[in-house]
């Protein structure tokens, strides 16, 4: 076990595995125009660097995003003269960060992990404080940033069972690590509890909540509203003919729901009962529609709009960044990544609207939100099964819901309360950065007028 973080070993590795990821990278900059300047951006080549103080917000992907940008809203708001810089892991969240943080100074992917372009990458931006979104842990990009004296503070901090056992391994050396942060503000006690276990100095760590319940700005209900009303015009949307949309699915759900979909329509009533299923991820897109048209009479896709839309029985979301706005559309909201064991997917939008939400049984990687959710009667969770037994457990479930309204809306009731219940996340993490970050930054204390 090693009392320091290994570095040698970890850039070894990184060294070893350099011609993998750069063939990765290479042949997407050769697919995609857009991947030329990714590709520079993850090696800190010619990154965007606005004047200080800077804030460097970095998220991972399109769900990290929406959650750091009421955070990053209310930094402006309260340090009006300083500069916001956000960075993303992947393509897609990249895009959501362009198209609704278009007010930030610098928008970029972010940098590989090598010690020479961490190094790079901090030189050359020079933040004042760097915030990372739910638990973003990169070793030479945490030590460039401490070489520096420059904060970084970890927001919205989740430990996964998964992410816990896999960094226990590293015994001390995880504590070392996590050290190198100034603040860890976590999404709950227990992932409070869970970051102290692995090293974190208990004086560092709060609890301030989940910022995936803020409410969303009114950009961004202006943004949903457009795309709900798109959805409608595309495929008839809102006509009376129930509605499930299945969102975040994961390779192996999505045969399972096609067969509860096929034994629901078969039902008193339901035969004129609709899918629309959102895949998590988009390279999975073409094969999902493969699988859906040879189980289905009719598929239509939101990519690829046709004559016979309005008449599907199954409508593949085959975009990104539009679930949300779908969701307003649903009798009831499945949440995908939960049939099979990957740890679930986000519950909470499909709550913010009032929607009956349920899940299969593997929901691990929300545990705290499942918990809150649970104890108040907001969500039909199914009971733990074999394979084979899970399309007419998902089937009964979603018959319930669409033939008793009284108990659908008594569950969408409760999961909107629940959520609205738990919306000072926000409030929270400013608090915690304005007291125990922004007054030792003099840079952006000067700004706050302290």
């Known amino acids: 076990m090693f009392s320091r973080f290994p570095f040698w070993l970890y850039n070894a590795a990184l060294t070893a595995g350099a011609p993998l990821w750069l063939s990765y990278y290479g042949a997407r900059a050769l697919r995609r125009r857009t991947s030329c300047r990714s590709l520079r951006e993850r090696l800190a080549c010619g990154l965007p660097c606005p ?4 804030i460097w917000l970095h998220c991972v992907s399109v769900g990290e995003t929406l959650a750091g940008q009421p955070l990053a809203e209310a930094l402006r708001e309260r340090l009006p003269a300083a500069r916001f810089a956000i960075s993303t ?8 960060a362009r198209e609704q943080l278009a007010w930030m100074d610098a928008r970029f992917h972010f940098p590989l992990d090598l ?12 933040p004042a404080l760097v915030i990372i979104l739910e638990t973003e842990i990169w070793p030479n ?8 004296g420059v904060p970084v503070v970890l927001v919205n901090g989740r430990l996964s069972d998964r992410s816990f056992a896999r960094y226990r391994r590293l015994g001390r050396g995880m504590g070392d690590l996590l050290r190198r942060f100034t603040l860890c503000l976590m999404q709950s006690a227990e992932d409070a509890e869970r970051i102290r ?9 709060l609890m301030t909540g989940n910022l995936k319940y803020a409410p969303p700005n009114a950009a961004e209900r202006a943004r949903r509203d457009r795309i709900a009303a798109d959805l409608q015009r595309q495929f008839g949307l809102g ?5 499930i949309v299945a969102g975040s699915t994961v390779e192996g759900e999505e045969a399972i729901l096609a067969e509860a979909f096929a034994w629901l329509r078969a039902r008193p009533g339901l035969s004129r009962c609709r ?11 073409a094969a999902v529609a493969r699988e859906l048209q040879r189980r289905s009479r009719l598929v239509a896709r939101r990519s690829q709009p046709g004559p016979d839309d309005e008449r599907a029985d199954v409508i593949l979301l085959d975009t990104i960044g539009e679930l949300v706005a779908a969701y307003r559309w649903a009798d009831v909201a499945f949440i995908g990544g939960s049939l099979v064991p990957r740890g679930g997917h986000n519950i909470l939008e499909p709550a913010a609207e009032g929607l009956p939400v349920v899940t299969g049984h593997h929901m691990e990687n929300f545990r705290a939100i499942l918990n809150r959710f649970r104890a108040a009667d907001a969500i039909w969770q199914l009971a733990p099964g074999m394979p084979d037994e899970l399309p007419a457990a998902l089937a009964t479930a979603l018959e319930t819901l669409l033939t008793d309204p009284a108990r659908a809306s008594g569950l969408g009731s409760r999961a909107k309360a629940t959520w609205a219940a738990e919306t000072g996340a926000v409030a929270a993490t400013v608090a915690a950065l304005e007291s125990r970050i922004l007054p ?10 302290d």
């Open 51 to 54: 004047p200080p103080p800077l």
């Open 89 to 96: 892991t992947t393509d897609a969240g990249q895009a959501r």
């Open 115 to 126: 010690p020479w372009v961490a190094d790079r990458a901090v030189a050359s931006l020079k």
């Open 141 to 148: 990009f945490l030590r460039a940033c401490a070489r520096r």
């Open 197 to 205: 276990q692995l090293g974190a100095p208990a004086e560092r760590v």
């Open 239 to 243: 006509d009376g003919r129930p509605c």
């Open 275 to 285: 899918l629309l299923l959102a895949p998590r991820h988009p390279e999975r897109f």
């Open 440 to 449: 030792s930054i003099p840079a952006l204390g000067a700004i706050r007028g």
